[in-house]
């Protein structure tokens, strides 16, 4: 493998390892519906896999805008194909490899593993580690029977700004200085008044009063424009 070779697998591991709760965030509409969390969490793997196999950050969409609608349509052909997710004899043979490891993993450090770490210690590519993980879930099924052709539909009404809007309010943000962050967590994470803000944060109450118009001004501004 060459260096520009390498860059790239690097920059695809990265973009799974990262975006891990977008799986989660799309999985998560889905609950309740007829299908066990652990599958639809696997479907949505494979489809950030995917995204980050195709993804080309020249075209000016951020990832997380390119990864949902592939994420979703992975889960989506979940409920099409009644309930079922297909993975190739050498991907369940690396799935198996990987149970082992994670047991193994659990056993000795009490915790369990970040992909990151399974595939450095199998050689792998956090990429093939996601795949894997999807694939050994336990309601999956390799011995569905030819005739067994179920099909569910997804009921309505989905909106999947229900998931853009937390994602596009994370990255904006992310994008705050610690802290503007802070100040916005004690006053709407932790509902703590402007007064007992400014006590935690070494800043009067106006202080607080007047950043805070500004931070929320700046965050309408980037999420509605």
């Not at 996601?130 to 997804?154: H, Y």
């Not at 596009?168 to 007064?195: G, H």
Request: net charge neutral; charged share 30%.
């Amino acid at each position: 493998m060459n260096a520009a070779e390498a860059s790239v697998r690097e920059v695809r591991d990265r973009l799974v390892t990262e975006n891990l709760g977008l799986v989660h965030l799309c999985a998560n509409r889905f609950r309740g519906r007829g299908i066990e969390y652990e599958e639809l969490y696997s479907a949505g793997c494979i489809g950030l896999v995917k995204a980050a196999g195709a993804y080309d950050d020249e075209r000016g969409v951020k990832f997380s805008t390119y990864a949902v609608p592939v994420i979703m349509g992975e889960i989506k052909r979940l409920f099409r194909d009644g309930g079922t997710v297909k993975v190739s004899r050498s991907l369940k043979e690396l799935s198996l490899k990987v149970s082992r490891r994670r047991a193994m993993f659990i056993s000795e450090r009490g915790r369990e593993p970040a992909v990151s770490e399974l595939a450095e210690i199998m050689g792998c590519s956090c990429e093939e580690i996601s795949e894997a993980i999807a694939a050994a879930q336990p309601c999956i099924s390799l011995t569905k029977d030819d005739d067994d052709s179920g099909q569910q539909d997804i009921p309505d009404p989905f909106k999947e700004s229900d998931i853009y809007d937390p994602i596009a309010l994370k990255q904006a943000m992310d994008r705050l200085s610690p802290e503007d962050r802070r100040l916005i967590f004690l006053r709407y994470f932790r509902s703590l008044t402007q007064s007992s803000t400014a006590s935690k944060l070494g800043m009067t109450q106006v202080q607080v009063s007047r950043r805070e118009k500004k931070i929320l001004a700046a965050l309408r501004s980037e999420l509605f424009g």
